[in-house]
């Protein structure tokens, strides 16, 4: 049984051309939105590899500071989340993603002049707001181009590439601060924000002649006629509104879409903290016993990265294989919050012994595990959004971010705060409860989701004996 379904999974029956399509479609969709989303990500991991580098020192950072920096960059990615999606309707989006490159960019490449954190508050609030394009905006075009059965596995590559660029950035500020620290007066850490700067540069030129848009908008030289139009056959066609009117405000607020998938990922992206507030590496810095050296701050965290690859891509294909069950990825990470806050808890009674350093180290990894939920849960609301008006669907995926990160904003300060390393105890017991919650919000939306499915054969049998009595009566 179980060898017929792999063997099922593994060999697609493709309608005539459209291997040959898909085959396109991933390597210029993929390629670009993988590269830009590596290089965002590549961003986002250096500040704190730049913090652990001499950037702390040498701005004399004081207190939550850090934080603070993080908390404005994501007010910033919350203003710019539904803007930014809803852009993609009016501007095309081989334009409007290598744009939003080009001034996220320069931004970063400023961040190397910078005398004092304040400023970096400032450049890091309108990074956000650019940036803000990227995730949401590419799980919306994976959604325009990609069947349900083809979706997991995409989202899970695209996702990987952005923890790529996570556990790469370490690496990177290693050798940097080792070869070009001092060079011209500048700090390793500020050549590491100009390097990452100009890597946005071919990237987004890359984007701007070869990205594809969408199906129905579609100029791609490399696509034919035919190609284009099997494209757009291989999505379900729904009827497009206006979204800027009061009927689809309306909509969006009443429908379990928008608050059964943006309560998802409010709940699921807090089960990130660990990770996303670098938790590892400010163990490392203020470990009560040790003394790491640079090398070492910035590439031991790089392990935690590594594992969400590993889990992303495990879980994106395995859903993808079991026919969509997306849920099974929540289950997954509730066990992982509550077993990782645990053991650090239980490592932080006896913090100088080695056996607590190595468990704190095993947790952290283990944790790198819930990443997985990126690529799933995004390609779980595209797939119960597969027959909603796309602008319906850009909003609840532009949403999902800007409900997280809204949250994200203070949640960080309160229970992951710089002041509080090494052990973030009460992070910790705020994890059990985000973990706890997501078991119980997957439960609950794959039960809406079902409904849902088991309703939609019911109306499209209304719809085809509708079209069959209206036929006969034109006879």
Not at 16 to 40: A, H, M, W
Not at 105 to 131: D, K, W, Y
Not at 318 to 347: E, H, N, P, Q
Request: overall charge positive; aromatic content about 14%.
């Amino acid at each position: 049984m179980t060898g017929s379904r792999i063997r099922e999974y593994l060999h697609v029956e493709y309608r005539p051309g459209e291997r040959r399509l898909v085959q396109k479609i991933d390597f210029f969709i993929l390629t670009f939105c993988c590269l830009s989303y590596f290089v965002n990500y590549l961003d986002r991991s250096n500040l704190a590899n730049a913090y652990v580098s001499g950037m702390k020192v040498e701005l004399g950072f004081v207190g939550n500071q850090f934080n603070q920096i993080n908390t404005c960059f994501t007010v910033g990615y919350v203003l710019g989340q539904i803007p930014s999606n809803l852009s993609l309707h009016y501007v095309k989006p081989r334009i409007w993603f290598p744009l939003m490159m080009i001034l996220w960019g320069g931004l970063t490449m400023v961040t190397a002049s910078v005398h004092n954190p304040q400023s970096i508050m400032a450049i890091r609030f309108f990074q956000g707001m650019c940036e803000a394009s990227t995730f949401v905006g590419t799980h919306y075009i994976l959604g325009a181009w990609y069947t349900e059965r083809e979706l997991g596995k995409r989202s899970g590559i695209f996702t990987s590439s952005g923890l790529a660029g996570t556990m790469i950035g370490g690496f990177i500020q290693t050798g940097i601060n080792k070869g070009l620290n001092g060079r011209h007066g500048l700090s390793g850490w500020r050549w590491l924000f100009i390097i990452d700067g100009l890597l946005t540069i071919p990237v987004a030129l890359y984007g701007f002649f070869f990205f594809p848009d969408t199906p129905h908008t579609t100029t791609a030289r490399y696509l034919t006629d035919a190609e284009r139009e099997l494209a757009i056959s291989r999505v379900p066609q729904v009827e497009e509104h206006s979204p800027i009117n009061l009927r689809f405000v309306k909509k969006v607020l009443s429908s379990w879409y928008w608050w059964g998938f943006v309560g998802l990922w409010v709940i699921a992206g807090e089960t990130e903290s660990f990770s996303s507030n670098s938790l590892l590496a400010l163990f490392l810095q203020n470990h009560p016993g040790k003394k790491y050296t640079v090398s070492q701050l910035n590439n031991y965290p790089t392990g935690v990265p590594a594992v969400g690859i590993v889990s992303t891509l495990f879980w994106a294909t395995l859903t993808d294989f079991l026919g969509g069950k997306r849920y099974l990825v929540g289950y997954w990470i509730g066990l992982t919050g509550i077993a990782t806050s645990i053991m650090i808890i239980v490592a932080s009674k006896n913090p100088l012994s080695e056996t607590s350093t190595t468990v704190t180290f095993v947790a952290y990894y283990w944790a790198g595990s819930v990443y997985a939920c990126q690529a799933t849960f995004f390609a779980w609301c595209n797939d119960a959004m597969r027959f909603e008006e796309g602008v319906f669907r850009a909003v609840v995926l532009a949403g999902m971010n800007l409900g997280n990160n809204a949250v994200n904003a203070w949640w960080s300060i309160i229970f992951y705060g710089a002041t509080m390393a090494p052990w973030f105890t009460r992070g910790m017991w705020a994890m059990i409860a985000c973990s706890i919650a997501l078991v119980i919000w997957s439960a609950g939306l794959s039960y809406l989701g079902y409904k849902a499915e088991k309703r939609r054969p019911v109306d499209g049998d209304e719809v085809e004996s509708v079209e069959i009595k209206e036929k006969g009566d034109t006879k």
